[in-house]
């Protein structure tokens, strides 16, 4: 038979269980925001690694705060809240550094022979070359336009139009009214058209 699925808890339910060390309940919530965690870090981060690294900080700063965790938002914004501010410090700092080299860029060293020839060649996509480099070239000139917002921009086009949350989702995480909200994500993607139009063109966006 199936195993039955845990029921889904109200917002009292799963903080009454978090403050009393329930494991399973911590788990659970580390299941269903993880990977999502993961994503909106990278948004502010050069490498999934570091990302990683936040999403990991995230929960343990989360552990040591239940206790006076008081309830007045829903535990997944309170818990975003923590995410995004240390995404946006580690992000600093790791824009001052200089990076020797970007592991997720790296070729698998399996790939090769041991006289440096390939194992086995990349597969073959001349054809497609062109698509591929603008789409590179695309997604590297949005990423610096979003740096480039200002900061309360930034956070609300990252979270409705890079991680595809709600208005409600972003109000709550960032403290917004629905109305100021609003506003900055009209000025921001004005802002990141206007970059885009005039590097690529209209027909680039």
């Given amino acids: 038979m199936p195993r039955a699925q845990a029921p889904v808890l109200d917002e009292a339910g799963l903080l009454e269980r978090l403050r009393a060390g329930d494991e399973e309940a911590f788990v659970d919530l580390i299941r269903r925001h993880h990977q999502v965690m993961v994503r909106l870090a990278r948004s502010y981060v050069p490498s999934r690694a570091v990302a990683e690294e936040v999403v990991q900080e995230t929960w343990l700063a989360a552990l040591r705060a239940l206790p006076s965790f008081e309830g007045r938002s829903s535990v997944k914004t309170w818990l975003y809240r923590i995410l995004l501010n240390r995404a946006r410090t580690a992000g600093l700092i790791e824009r001052r550094q200089i990076p020797i080299e970007d592991p997720e860029r790296a070729v698998d060293r399996e790939r090769f022979d041991r006289d440096g020839s390939w194992s086995y060649p990349p597969v073959h996509w001349v ?9 590179e070239r695309l997604t590297k000139s949005i990423r610096i336009a979003i740096d480039q917002l200002p900061s309360l921009q930034r956070d609300v086009v990252t979270l409705r139009d890079v991680q595809g949350m709600t208005s409600i989702d972003a109000c709550e995480i960032l403290g917004l009214t629905q109305g100021h909200q609003r506003v900055l994500l009209h000025r921001a993607r004005s802002r990141l058209r206007n970059v885009l139009e005039a590097e690529f ?5």
Wanted: charged share 50%.
């Fill in 127 to 135: 054809d497609e070359v062109e698509d591929r480099v603008r789409a």
């Fill in 201 to 205: 063109g209209d027909a680039g966006v």
